[in-house]
C-alpha cells in the first residue's frame, strides 16, 4: 500500500498566519491527492482534490500544490474557524491511504 | 446531499454487524460510495469503496475477506457486513460519497457516522 507521510503532525499558529502542512508519498501517484479538515466531533469536509482543485464552496484561502510525491495544503491566512485537523489522501491506487493528519491550533 | 448510517453498537469479538447508509439528493447509481472509519482519537483510515454500478469492490488489508460491501440501488441503499469483528474495528464508521463512478476515488460527502464498539 502507498503510504502517506503527512508533516508535521501538530502546528501553533496565529490568526492571519500562512500555514504550509505537506505529505509525501511512498511512490509517485501522479495528481492524485485530496485534504480534507476535520473539526471535534464533526465529519470531515473536502478542500481540494487532484491536489490543486478548490471543492466548491472552500474559501479560496485554501489551496493545494504537487504532483508525483511531495504535496502541500497552504492557508494563505489563518481564520479563527480554520483551527481543525487536517488529512491528505492518496486516491491513486487502492487500498486509498491517508496521512496521519496535522492538528492546526491556536499559538 | 445526505447520507445517514444506522446499525453501529456494542457487539462481542468475533460476531458480527451489518451497517446501512440511506443517500438522498443525488443519482445515486451514478457514484462510487465509500466506507472509512476512525478509531477513538485517531486517524481517518480508508475500509472499502464499490462503484457506482456494483460491480467492483474494494477493501483494506485490515478487514478483506472479514468485511463485504455492497449496494441495492432499488432500495438506495449501502451496506458493510462486518463479521468477525476484533476490538481493533471500534471506529466511527462514516458512510460516503465517491466523487465519480469509480470504488476507489476521493468522497466529497460524508454522513454523520455510526460508532461501532468490539467488546465483550
Known amino acids: 500500500a502507498i503510504q502517506m507521510t503527512q508533516s508535521p503532525s501538530s502546528l501553533s499558529a496565529s490568526v492571519g498566519d500562512r500555514v504550509t502542512i505537506t505529505c509525501r508519498a511512498s511512490q509517485g501517484i501522479s495528481n492524485r491527492v485530496a485534504w480534507y479538515q476535520q473539526k471535534p466531533g464533526k465529519a470531515p469536509n473536502l478542500l481540494i482534490f487532484e491536489a490543486s482543485t478548490l471543492q466548491s464552496g472552500v474559501p479560496s484561502r485554501f489551496s493545494g500544490s504537487g504532483s508525483g510525491t511531495d504535496f502541500t495544503l497552504t492557508i494563505s491566512s489563518l481564520q479563527p474557524e480554520d483551527f481543525a485537523t487536517y488529512f491528505c489522501?492518496?486516491?491513486?491506487?487502492?487500498?486509498?491511504?491517508f496521512g496521519q493528519g496535522t492538528k492546526v491550533d491556536i499559538k | 446531499v445526505q447520507l445517514v448510517e444506522s446499525g453501529g453498537g456494542v457487539v462481542q469479538p468475533g460476531r458480527s454487524l451489518r451497517l446501512s447508509c440511506v443517500p438522498s439528493?443525488?443519482?445515486?447509481?451514478?457514484?462510487?460510495m465509500s466506507w472509512v472509519r476512525q478509531a477513538p482519537g485517531k486517524g481517518l483510515e480508508w475500509v472499502s469503496g464499490i462503484s457506482g454500478s456494483g460491480g467492483s469492490s474494494y477493501y483494506a488489508a485490515s478487514v478483506k475477506g472479514r468485511f463485504t460491501i455492497s449496494r441495492d440501488d432499488s432500495q438506495i441503499t449501502l451496506n458493510l457486513q462486518m463479521n468477525s469483528l476484533r476490538g481493533e474495528d471500534t471506529a466511527v464508521y462514516y458512510c460516503?460519497?465517491?466523487?465519480?463512478?469509480?470504488?476507489?476515488?476521493?468522497?466529497?460527502?460524508w454522513g454523520q457516522g455510526t460508532l461501532v464498539i468490539v467488546s465483550s
Open positions: 460516503a460519497r465517491n466523487r465519480g463512478h469509480s470504488g476507489y476515488d476521493s468522497v466529497d460527502y
Open positions: 439528493g443525488f443519482f445515486f447509481s451514478s457514484y462510487g
Open positions: 489522501l492518496q486516491d491513486n491506487n487502492y487500498p486509498l491511504t
